[in-house]
């Protein structure tokens, strides 16, 4: 992340630790595998390469889309929840 975007992260994860989830950093990663997705599978990346990837992608991620996709992940994991 731009150095600029971290304290955005940083204040939604605290902020989510208080109202949704203890846990959104785990979302934010998801959200971050979720946008690469295609790019992992379509290079049949392993764990290192992957880990790889992302170092070499520091700095050009979109985050607002990145917190965005997280947030609906949280959502979609509540209502999951509640609908038991």
Do not use: G, P
């Amino acid at each position: 992340l731009v150095y600029e975007d971290v304290f955005t992260v940083w204040e939604t994860i605290w902020a989510a630790a208080q109202v949704s989830s203890s846990c959104y950093v785990l979302f934010i990663a998801l959200a971050l595998v979720e946008v690469y997705r295609d790019i992992i599978l379509e290079n049949n990346m392993d764990f290192t390469d992957i880990i790889k990837f992302f170092n070499e992608m520091a700095e050009r991620h979109n985050t607002k889309q990145i917190l965005q996709l997280a947030r609906e992940l949280v959502s979609k994991v509540q209502t999951l929840i509640e609908n038991k």
